[in-house]
């Protein structure tokens, strides 16, 4: 009789075991189904947001290359004015431009920051987005995070070149300092017309946010001679 209990408890125990076994497998099927679709939301959304930055840097870099020919054109008309070729590498200045460029250059490592607050989110040059490796963006300034409605500086004395208005009301501002200009995306509400003459620190705009994502962010460029510079060699501590 006691072996007859043994056997029986034994029984017992052995199908307690292969129920609990049945249920840790239940388990682990239903949490690799999730991890799985879990993975493919991601993949999804990856996809997603890969495409969006792709759309978003190549708006970048159309506006890019139309400030390089702004500037450019700019470089020919100044030479083509002082009896010079249109196809020279450098702007023929006047005496009062001279002074300004050199001032300018004096100032390089110390000029201010074009935002009182603010953490750069992309630096210069060629680069892997943060999200997916595999997009690559050519930057030609650096990208700042700020606050929002946070006024926007112009980092140098300068005359306000150009004003370049995109169509979903973002602004961009080119002040020229000589042969330099420094570039300030996406902004609103200026405080600036062509033309006007500007002071270091003087507010020209204030940051635009973006609808969708919130994000105040600045694109901020230095240019010489028609040639990106990387700002953090000009702004103080960038």
């Known amino acids: 009789q006691e072996l ?17 076994n049945r249920k840790a497998k239940a388990q682990l099927t239903k949490e690799r189904k999730e991890q799985e679709a879990l993975v493919a939301s991601i993949k ?117 070149h150009t004003i370049m208005s995109s169509k979903n009301g973002e602004l961009a501002v080119l002040i020229q300092h000589g042969n330099y200009f420094t570039v300030y995306k996406k902004l609103t509400k200026l405080k600036v017309k062509k033309g006007d003459r500007v002071t270091t620190k003087q507010v020209i705009g204030e940051v635009i946010t973006n609808r969708s994502s919130g994000e105040s962010q600045l694109h901020f460029q230095v240019w010489k001679n028609g040639k990106p510079q990387n700002p953090a060699s000009w702004v103080f501590k960038m």
């Open 4 to 20: 007859n209990i043994a056997l029986s408890k034994q029984k017992e125990e052995k199908q307690k075991l292969i129920e609990e």
């Open 44 to 160: 999804r959304n990856l996809s997603t947001y890969t495409a969006q930055i792709r759309k978003k840097q190549q708006e970048v870099d159309r506006i890019d290359r139309e400030i390089e020919k702004i500037i450019r054109e700019a470089m020919a008309t100044s030479n083509a004015k002082a009896g010079k070729s249109t196809t020279a590498k450098t702007f023929a200045m006047t005496p009062e431009e001279k002074n300004l460029a050199a001032n300018f250059t004096a100032n390089k490592g110390k000029l201010p920051w074009p935002v009182e607050e603010g953490v750069i989110k992309v630096r210069y040059g060629n680069q892997s987005s943060l999200i997916d490796k595999n997009v690559k963006i050519n930057s030609k300034g650096v990208r700042i995070a700020t606050n929002k409605g946070q006024p926007v500086r112009a980092v140098f004395n300068g005359i306000v």
